[in-house]
């Protein structure tokens, strides 16, 4: 690798570490879903990390703050999410992600890793169901009413 991927890989992962601090700002805003802003949190600390770089090493400060805004944040997300994850285990989860900011080598760092995505995953999912269900699944019911409307009389489920 040369030292001009090796900066712009820096650039890279102090941006995405910038945005995973932008996006764990938005959790207590009003209008703001605090689990989907957290699962896109979670997602640029991923992008941050998968490559092996030392977020506390390239950015002390950001890095600290990553950590406070988590700390911070599972409070907001966890009434959000009203119980569809416990709350153990999404503290534990968001806890065991912020090692992804604190220095040093890390024997845990692939799990990490994967535990960030699954939370942001899980986060994720709990945001769009909540949102179809509140609109009514309308694409759904239409799907399912054409259906019943294009089946022969007759016709049943068990068919």
């Not at 090692?99 to 890390?106: F, I, K, S």
């Not at 899980?122 to 409307?149: C, M, Q, T, Y």
Request: net charge negative; charged share 25%.
């Amino acid at each position: 690798m040369t030292h001009e991927n090796t900066e712009q890989s820096t650039d890279a992962t102090r941006q995405h570490l910038d945005n995973a601090v932008a996006c764990l700002r938005l959790v207590g805003l009003e209008h703001t879903a605090p689990e989907y802003a957290a699962a896109l949190a979670l997602q640029e600390l991923f992008m941050a990390a998968v490559g092996g770089a030392d977020l506390a090493a390239i950015s002390p400060e950001t890095a600290d703050d990553a950590r406070r805004l988590m700390f911070a944040a599972c409070p907001i997300v966890d009434a959000s999410i009203n119980g569809k994850i416990p709350s153990e285990r999404l503290y534990f989860f968001l806890g065991v992600v912020s090692g992804l900011l604190t220095p040093g080598p890390d024997p845990f760092r692939a799990d990490r890793l994967d535990y960030s995505s699954l939370i942001a995953a899980e986060l994720r999912l709990i945001f769009h169901k909540r949102n179809l269900k509140a609109r009514g699944s309308p694409l759904l019911r239409d799907l399912r009413v054409r259906s019943a409307w294009a089946r022969p009389r007759g016709e049943t489920n068990e068919s």
